[in-house]
């Protein structure tokens, strides 16, 4: 029984981290879509540096509904595989 959990909670870590991984791939694929490059050189639009760290400074609870919404659908991904 132990042998079995353990190959579970293998088997659905690797999920999670797989889910994980492709969640961070396409927030990385998003954000270097919204740099502009010079030689090579990615830089960031300073409307959404500014957006970014207000909501990364936000607590939750406190985001409006739509920064809400976006993060809920990150989490019924993770929510799929449970």
Not at 47 to 66: D, F, G, H, I, S
Not at 69 to 79: T, W
Request: aromatic share 8%; hydrophobic share 35%; with cysteine.
């Amino acid at each position: 029984m132990i042998t079995i959990k353990k190959e579970i909670s293998s088997k659905m870590r690797e999920k999670i981290a797989k889910t994980q991984h492709d969640i961070w791939a396409h927030w990385m694929k998003y954000l270097f879509s919204c740099c502009d490059v010079y030689n090579g050189i990615h830089v960031l639009n300073s409307n959404k540096v500014r957006r970014w760290k207000r909501q990364m400074e936000t607590p939750y609870n406190e985001l409006t509904e739509a920064e809400k919404e976006s993060d809920r659908e990150q989490a019924d991904k993770i929510l799929k595989i449970l």
